[in-house]
């Protein structure tokens, strides 16, 4: 009999189709328990990075209003042209409405729920984590959850 780690290991191999970010997640989410392997079925497991996103949003923001709180955030973040720094994204975000309502300190909380999808560069200007991240907060292939759009 196969071992499970040697198992797992074949079906990461031909799931990830030479995707070494979709290898990494998946063993993120079982090394945080957020995934757990049964009996050696695989069944609970993303078969894409499209899964993975959803079950890591999913996680992350329980309630269609907890997302809310950070889809403009990650809006103005994905449409900027060139590199924004925390203080120009909260400008920004201060601009959206005529009465700004969210302080400064309430920015950054909300950031910080963010901030493993939404991460800091050294030279203080935030960016999407990956490209394929970018692509999927952005559009869908047909048939895709359309939930956590931006």
């Known amino acids: 009999k196969k071992s499970l780690t040697t198992k797992l290991t074949s079906f990461l191999v ?15 989410f079982i ?10 079925s695989f069944k609970v497991l993303p078969q894409n990075l499209s899964e993975i996103y959803h079950l ?5 923001f329980s309630s269609s209003h907890s997302f809310d709180q950070v889809s403009d955030i990650l809006s103005i973040s994905l449409a900027s042209l060139q ?11 201060s601009a959206l409405s005529v009465k700004s309502e969210t302080e400064w300190k309430d920015f950054k909380e909300r950031y910080q729920l963010i901030s493993d999808f939404l991460v800091m560069r ?21 048939g895709d959850s359309t939930k956590f759009l931006c």
């Open 83 to 93: 590199p924004i720094n925390l203080l120009e994204l909260f400008n920004i975000y």
């Open 56 to 60: 890591g949003f999913n996680l992350k």
């Open 122 to 142: 050294k030279d203080g200007s935030v960016m999407c984590c990956h490209p394929t991240l970018r692509d999927w907060l952005i559009r869908r292939r047909e």
């Open 31 to 40: 090394e945080r328990g957020s995934l757990v392997i049964k009996s050696g």
């Open 14 to 28: 031909s799931r990830a189709n030479g995707s070494f970010l979709y290898v990494k997640l998946v063993l993120d």
